[in-house]
């Protein structure tokens, strides 16, 4: 069990040089939570297939996802570290989404550091986006 706190602790806090270690400490306070035991196996079948499919029930091959079909537009905040999603992994993905990716803002930090950053500017990026392709009716 060490083994996978230490796991976790990592992807909770991969960059503490950009992290608020007490915003770290009092999330992993909380812990496990976040996420579901599916979307982990999920996460390990993709990562194993090398492929990005549908999630695998055990009825048959899972089909990959069709990104083509992707019909809103798509902002992908990207920290340079995280060891979940790699560099390789989010330029496909900007690929296959085409020209639905509408931002791609790349910033120092890890996994989690858009939730523990000490610097939270990249939300500036976040609102302006959202002003842009989301904006809030006032009717």
Avoid at 56 to 73: I, R
Avoid at 100 to 127: C, I, N, P, Q, W
Wanted: glycine residues 8%.
């Amino acid at each position: 069990m060490p083994d996978l706190c230490a796991i976790g602790a990592n992807v909770m806090s991969d960059e503490p040089s950009f992290d608020d270690p007490e915003a770290v400490s009092i999330i992993m306070g909380h812990m496990p939570s976040g996420t579901s035991t599916k979307c982990m196996q999920h996460l390990v079948q993709v990562a194993t297939a090398g492929t990005f499919q549908h999630y695998d029930d055990g009825s048959g091959t899972p089909a990959p996802y069709d990104l083509t079909k992707v019909s809103v537009p798509i902002a992908n905040f990207v920290f340079k570290n995280d060891p979940v999603a790699i560099p390789e992994d989010v330029d496909w993905l900007d690929e296959q989404i085409g020209d639905k990716l509408v931002f791609r803002g790349d910033y120092d930090g890890g996994h989690m550091t858009m939730f523990f950053a000490k610097d939270m500017s990249y939300l500036e990026d976040v609102k302006a986006v959202f002003a842009e392709h989301f904006p809030v009716s006032s009717a």
